[in-house]
């Protein structure tokens, strides 16, 4: 692909901002959210671990946050992408309420999302 075929979804600038947008928590508070057991509780449970595809994710997340953008490998990319889509969906299926103690927002917590921060 030439870089004048590039798109957005492809350019690692756009990537690095979309994702910095949708995370909203530094690693030091999604690292103490992931250690909880109400972070744990939630999400679709897919692997022969226990652990959450969104925990999961988190801890890569925790990982990403600490990476130089010149050390980002197309599959840190790829999972950036990923973790923006996710934020994104979920936060238009917010629903009506007080959802401070609720398994919608500690799943968007557990993706590097706190719908309650400001």
Do not use: C
């Not at 972070?39 to 022969?48: L, P, Q, Y």
């Not at 990923?82 to 969906?89: E, Q």
């Amino acid at each position: 692909m030439t870089s004048a075929s590039k798109t957005s979804h492809d350019d690692p600038t756009a990537i690095l901002k979309d994702f910095h947008a949708a995370v909203n928590m530094s690693a030091t508070q999604l690292t103490h959210w992931l250690a909880r057991d109400e972070s744990r509780a939630v999400g679709f449970k897919g692997g022969s671990d226990g652990e959450s595809v969104g925990h999961r994710s988190g801890r890569r997340i925790v990982r990403l946050l600490g990476k130089e953008r010149g050390a980002l490998t197309d599959g840190d990319l790829a999972h950036m992408r990923k973790v923006t889509g996710y934020v994104h969906r979920h936060l238009a299926q917010r629903p009506e309420g007080d959802v401070r103690e609720t398994h919608w927002r500690y799943s968007l917590m557990n993706w590097g999302h706190d719908p309650l921060h400001r």
